[in-house]
């Protein structure tokens, strides 16, 4: 596999969605996500609106739109070319959890925080969620030899990234004391023990 260029255009690429992103976070907790404009955003941020149209499509993907997600795509269907699903999860997410942790975890929780709490944002990041099992699916399927809409395969994509989701609604929940990826491991030790559900000991 050829390795990403991380050269001087993708740097500043980055910048400036780091820089938007974060002139969003500011107005939405002064105005709140509602009462803010794209046009106001890009202001903020010191670029254009079609910049900002460019780089996110929408207001929610201002909020929703994280590379971290590409990169754990392109590991998930890497790994699974040669491990069962739940293995090449946790391969995948181990692969780039240093990558994630590595940038502005600051900015990571305050775009969670929204994407949780602001009705309009969590509507749009159920849709992504769903995009992102699909795209589960499809890597599935090759490496099986099923088709995508299986109902084998489905069960099985959408079961692994919404319990993804659900470790983080629980960093979330939990203010983000505990170690995301010691919730995303334990998400995955839950499927991978097929979903029993015991009761705390006494």
Request: hydrophobic share 45%; proline share 4%.
């Amino acid at each position: 596999m050829t390795a990403k260029p991380t050269g001087l255009r993708e740097r500043r690429r980055a910048a400036t969605v780091k820089r938007i992103q974060g002139a969003a976070l500011d107005l939405f907790d002064e105005r709140g996500f509602e009462n803010v404009t794209i046009e106001e955003i890009a202001e903020a941020a010191e670029v254009s609106p079609s910049s900002v149209y460019r780089y996110f499509g929408t207001k929610e993907g201002v909020v929703l739109y994280d590379e971290f997600d590409f990169r754990l795509i392109d590991a998930v269907e890497a790994e699974l070319a040669s491990h069962p699903p739940v293995e090449a999860v946790r391969r995948a997410v181990a692969s780039v959890m240093s990558a994630f942790f590595g940038r502005d975890e600051e900015l990571a929780r305050r775009k969670l925080q929204y994407a949780f709490e602001e009705p309009h944002l969590h509507a749009a990041m159920t849709q992504q969620v769903d995009a992102f099992a699909q795209v589960v699916a499809h890597a599935l399927a090759g490496a099986a030899g099923r088709k995508p809409d299986d109902l084998d395969v489905q069960v099985i994509a959408s079961t692994l990234v919404w319990a993804l989701t659900a470790a983080a609604r629980a960093w979330h929940a939990a203010g983000y004391q505990s170690p995301l990826q010691s919730l995303l491991e334990q998400a995955l030790e839950v499927v991978e023990g097929g979903l029993r559900l015991e009761a705390p000991a006494a």
